[in-house]
């Protein structure tokens, strides 16, 4: 919640506010702007091996305070301790890969034109980079873009989501050994966000969020003629076939789906059976739901917490309550929980269609609607009928299948028997209206950095290819 130029912070699971902290003016945006140019400057002299450094500090130092993170995390958003603690852990990790891979990072030698010559591509930071980034994931997504732009050679300027600044602005805290200036935290919600993407001190931008706040930062990245990564969530479809241990399938087809209360960018939010296992999927879904504790997210035997706001919930409710008006059944879930927080149910639903908007717009909630399919082309097919398409799993222990899916689901991370499982040295980032751009990996690092060409010739001589023309020899090479 924001007004009066300050941020409320809610805690979900209560619905009590935890703590205001004021929001950035223009002018304290200006200041960052000149002092992130500053910090830019700096980071410019330091080498692969002092960058490499820094960041195992940095690792060192995240890792030392897990506990205190995860704890401010969990208050602040909702998901459970123990998620976020590991969250806490893969931010460590996403520094120290970033460490060691900025360190050949410099460039390469393609094959020059003439023997004597050297053709040389460096790479380059871009400037000043942008980060803004969403409440789900607060530390992680946040640091897929600080590491790499970081490592390299930019500055940053993060703006967290106005639900979750808490934990960012401890974990800046915890960052030390950058220049001054470097890296910093700017607070509040979207208009200050637009000042940030409209801001000249600023040379791209790194998005995670809703593709129609992303068409916006899009849209004024083009009007800048401004780089811009997006990525901008997705409808991911979960495939089982006949050939898996349906309560295995189950757990994980559940588990993708209602991880962090169904509130991850690649959140399973569309399930095609095959139907000799269909019913017997069903069931153990239903099953495996109803097993889950609801509750406390600061509890250890908590499954689901809360979701982070009314709002969110709200649209849950209209996900789910319009297809079952239209014929779909209600297996399990399907209501609030508790008499305090943001609660909701982790849901299956089964008999729903392509038309249902729970099947179409990304729902952002624990459902799980389940769809039988006569075989595995009608389920491919179901899986790219829509415009997204960040991620996708697929259940088989068939290798051909394996192939096919690989081969036809269009995805930007096709996940086959183990769900959700990130790779901080692999590329991540969507197809279609899933965004543009990737983050981690080696891809991660390139899109924060500039291409240069350079070509050197050591011999000062007239080529032979030079005016003028027409003198009855034979054309030499000629660059165009």
Known sequence: MTGNGRLSVVNPATEESIEEIPTTSPEELDAVAERAKRGFEEWRGFAGLDRAEVFHEISASLRGH????????????GKPFVENRDEVTWVAACFDYYGEIARDSVGYLPAPIEPQQLALVIKEPVGTVACIVPWNYPLLLATWKIAPALAAGNAVILKPSEETPLGTRRMAELIEGLPDGLLQVVYGAGEVGEALVRHPGVDMVAFTGSQETGRKVGITAAERLM???????????????????????????????????????????????????????????????????????????????????GPGREKVERHVGEAI??????VAGGERWGERGFYYKPTVLTGVTPSMTVMRD?????????VEVDGL????????????????????????????????????????????????????????????????????LEAFQESKHVHIDPKVEKKEWWYPYGKGDEPGQRVM
């Open 227 to 309: 780089r811009a990564n997006l990525e901008l969530g997705g409808k991911d479809p979960f495939i089982i076939c006949d050939d898996v241990d349906v309560e295995i399938a189950a757990q994980g087809a559940v588990w993708a789906a209602c991880l962090n209360a169904g509130q991850v960018c690649t959140s399973s939010e569309r399930f095609y059976v095959e139907k000799g296992i269909a019913n017997d999927f069903i069931e153990a879904s239903r099953e495996f739901v109803e097993s889950l504790n609801i509750g406390d997210p600061m509890d250890g035997q908590t499954d689901i917490g809360p979701m982070i706001n």
């Open 362 to 370: 990304e729902t952002f909630g624990p459902v799980v609607p389940i």
């Open 66 to 77: 897990a506990d205190d993170l995860a704890e401010i995390m969990t208050r602040e958003g």
């Open 377 to 444: 082309d009608e389920a491919i097919e179901q899986a790219n009928s829509v415009p997204f398409g960040l991620g996708a799993n697929v259940y088989t222990r068939d290798f051909e299948k394996m192939l096919r899916c690989m081969r036809g689901i269009r995805a930007g991370t096709v996940w086959i028997n183990d769900p959700l499982t990130d790779n901080d040295a692999a590329p991540f980032g969507g197809q279609g209206g899933s965004g543009i751009g990737r983050e981690l990996g080696r891809e991660g």
């Open 325 to 330: 008006e239209k014929g779909a059944k209600l």
